[in-house]
Nanobody, 125 residues
Framework: QVQPVESGGGLVQVGGSLRLSCAPS????????WGWFRQAPWKVREFVAL????????YYSDSVKGRFTVSRDDAKNTVYLQMNNLNPDDTAIYYC??????????????????WGQGAQVTVSS
């Protein structure tokens, strides 16, 4: 079983940057697609970004495209979400999630069985 563990959240001013990290406890990144989701106060959890196993294809929501970058470092067994030019609408709890790549591509949270505990990102104006 994959247990993602996030780190790197915090408080940043508008226009600033943060990088979130996600490492699976006790397992490697292999054979899984890795997604990032977020949940803002009073809103449903939404898809943010995804990186696929083996091909490293990346996908982004329209709201973060061009500002966020998802990447993977197999040597460090870590997935990253680099967030630039942050604005108050990016304030949320960010979750890393994993899904076995053999099940195909998905942007829906219900299709991801493995979730981290979440990392708070707060953007102040």
């Amino acid at each position: 079983q994959v247990q993602p563990v996030e780190s790197g959240g915090g408080l940043v001013q508008v226009g600033g940057s943060l990088r979130l990290s996600c490492a699976p406890s006790g397992r490697t990144l292999r054979s899984h697609n890795w997604g990032w989701f977020r949940q803002a106060p009073w809103k449903v959890r939404e898809f943010v970004a995804l990186i696929t196993w083996r091909t490293d294809n990346t996908y982004y929501s329209d709201s973060v495209k061009g500002r966020f970058t998802v990447s993977r470092d197999d040597a460090k067994n870590t997935v990253y979400l680099q967030m630039n030019n942050l604005n108050p609408d990016d304030t949320a709890i960010y979750y890393c999630a994993a899904r076995e790549a053999r099940h195909g591509l998905s942007f829906k949270e219900d299709d991801y069985p493995y979730w981290g505990q979440g990392a708070q990102v707060t953007v102040s104006s």
